[in-house]
């Protein structure tokens, strides 16, 4: 029976991307994590018998805290119960992480994760004056990779310097040795959603208009010619970068939640749902 403190893993599937998700935290063991080393979605990882010491951190977060393990028993139990004791609205994941491997959900590989900071975050570094593929890759970062990235927008000639003296991960720059950007027709937010296994068919479909808008071929996509022209309007409305990726988040948002839930909605009175193509009234 599931613990009344639970959460499954179908509503959590539906949480995660919003900006409203709660905060993640996977507990699994040493051995349990390394014999499955991927991460569902934003999760981060923390040693379960060290809550007394970090458990404060979520308090002053203010989100409610879905709590993971394995199997979804003992350890994110006690985790989340610990943390309700703290102050911190908590459930644990009914299943574990057995159960959202079961259905077929993505995971992050932990491989693929820069290297975080002393305090648990992952650091970017791109050129300034963002348009299309500056911001969807941050969104994208902070939505499904790491709620607490840190992007550093500077100059491009400055960038891989930043990059070695900061500790940061370069992204969306056409430089020998970067990893994160452009591959062939591929832009950086096509690379990122097949790298961080985050192939649903929501952000495949966000990642064909982002590529659309991001490379001069509106073609791919009725919605890239839209994308472009919001984004090049935040680029014109914001002299700060960051100012401007925290609207431009806003932005991905409604076109991730168009892309997972209103495709088939039409804008008419009274609203309308497409009729699947070959389908007979």
């Known amino acids: ?14 949480l995660i991307g919003r900006p409203d998700s709660p905060v993640l935290i996977d507990v699994c ?23 007394p010491a970090w458990g404060p951190e979520f308090v002053t977060a203010g989100k409610p805290a879905v709590v993971i393990c394995k199997k979804g028993l003992k350890l994110s139990q006690g ?51 963002p348009k299309v593929d500056r911001i969807a890759c941050p969104w994208l970062i902070r939505r499904f990779v790491d709620p607490d990235a840190v992007f550093l927008f500077v100059a491009p000639a400055e960038v891989m310097d930043v990059a070695d003296r900061f500790g940061a991960t370069p992204f969306d720059i056409d430089l020998p040795g970067v990893h994160w950007s452009h591959r062939g027709e591929q832009c950086t937010f096509d690379v990122m959603v097949e790298e961080f296994g985050l192939e649903t068919d929501a952000l495949k479909r966000l990642a064909l208009i982002v590529r659309g808008a991001d490379t001069g071929r509106p073609e791919l996509a009725p919605e890239s010619a839209g994308l472009l022209a919001a984004s090049l309007g935040l680029s014109r ?5 960051l100012a401007q990726l925290e609207a431009g988040m806003t932005l991905y948002d409604s076109f991730y939640r168009w892309c997972r839930d209103a495709t088939d909605e039409g804008h008419d009175w009274p609203p309308t749902v497409k009729k699947a193509a070959g389908k007979k009234s």
């Open 29 to 51: 063991t040493e051995e349990d994590f390394g014999a499955n080393p991927r991460l569902i979605p934003g999760a981060v990882r923390r040693a379960w018998a060290d809550v």
């Open 237 to 241: 409305m914001y002299a700060d970068d």
């Open 79 to 129: 985790v989340a119960a610990w943390l309700r004791h703290q102050g911190v609205a908590a459930d644990s994941l009914d299943g574990g992480v057995v159960e959202w491997a079961a259905a077929k959900l993505p995971m992050v590989p932990a491989d693929k994760l820069p290297k975080r900071d002393a305090r648990g975050r992952t650091l970017w570094v791109t050129r300034s004056r």
């Open 1 to 14: 029976m599931p613990s009344p403190n639970s959460i499954s893993v179908e509503k959590l599937s539906r």
